[in-house]
């Protein structure tokens, strides 16, 4: 359960809107100190602010860090180690998409994503294991907040570089389990892969055709995000449940990893 997670720090990156500020949210409900990192940190803070307000145990703390500089990121883990000793739990949940195909997209595209979904992810694994590492943590979580475009090619040529990145995180992560292995390590690594939730991705991705973006939510009656319930067995992640975050399941058993393909179906849940 939860208890055991009560005041222990998690680093949640793209923390300022959608499965990022649901994670965020629902970490805090349940007592945990939340690093929640983006470029722009006002929506994170007023995030804190509500989460205050509802009285929640945890607490938010906004941190501006712009993901594409790694400086910018190791000065984000200097300062949690400096504040709060150090991150338990780091939940590599930041991402985005251009539409830049492979036979005409522009590489400052393109860099943009393998800048923020892979090498941000990259770095920010490192440092979270150093982290627990130095500190003698050995019951962290590493989370990957992969995407179904990590396992299969999606049939738009606006997304096929964007399913080379999550392709690329699938990858990372298996490699991340294996070297834990090695290191004989209890800290686990997670990988869960959702289908379409209705957030502002969409809209960010088609960023100058906001009609294009409504359409892709409303063509398959996207599931909404909600997050129902957080109720860990034995770490703080998150289940992705008829496509939309409800509630926590993972794998207990030493350096496993599930990956939770999540159908893309309606859900009843209604928003957050």
Known sequence: MMERWKGRVALVTGA?????????????????????????????????????SAGYSGTLIPYKCDLCNEEEILSMFSAIKTLH???????????????????SGRTE???????????ALAICTREAYQSMKERHVDDGHII????????????????????????AVTAMTEGL??????AKTHIRATSISPGIVETEFAFRHHNSDPER???V?????VNRLCVCDVSLHTSPAVQLYH??????????????????ICPERTCSCSDR
């Open 109 to 119: 595209g393109w860099r943009n994503m393998i800048d923020v979904n892979i090498l």
């Open 16 to 52: 300022s809107v959608g499965i990022g500020a649901a994670v965020a949210r629902a970490l805090v409900q349940h007592g945990m100190k939340v690093v929640g990192c983006a470029r722009n940190v006002d929506k994170i803070e007023k995030l804190a602010a509500e989460c205050q």
């Open 243 to 260: 496509g939309c975050l409800s509630s926590t399941v993972f794998e207990s058993r030493r350096h496993r990893q599930r990956h939770h």
């Open 217 to 221: 939510y409303e063509s398959i009656k």
């Open 85 to 103: 000793q150090g991150v338990d739990v780091c939940i590599n949940n930041a991402g985005l998409a251009h539409n830049e195909p492979l036979l």
């Open 213 to 215: 973006a409504a359409a």
């Open 177 to 182: 389990r294996q070297e834990l292995r090695e």
């Open 144 to 167: 990957n907040i992969n995407s179904m475009g990590g396992h299969r090619m999606v049939p738009s040529a606006d997304e096929h570089f964007y399913c080379a990145t999550k392709y």
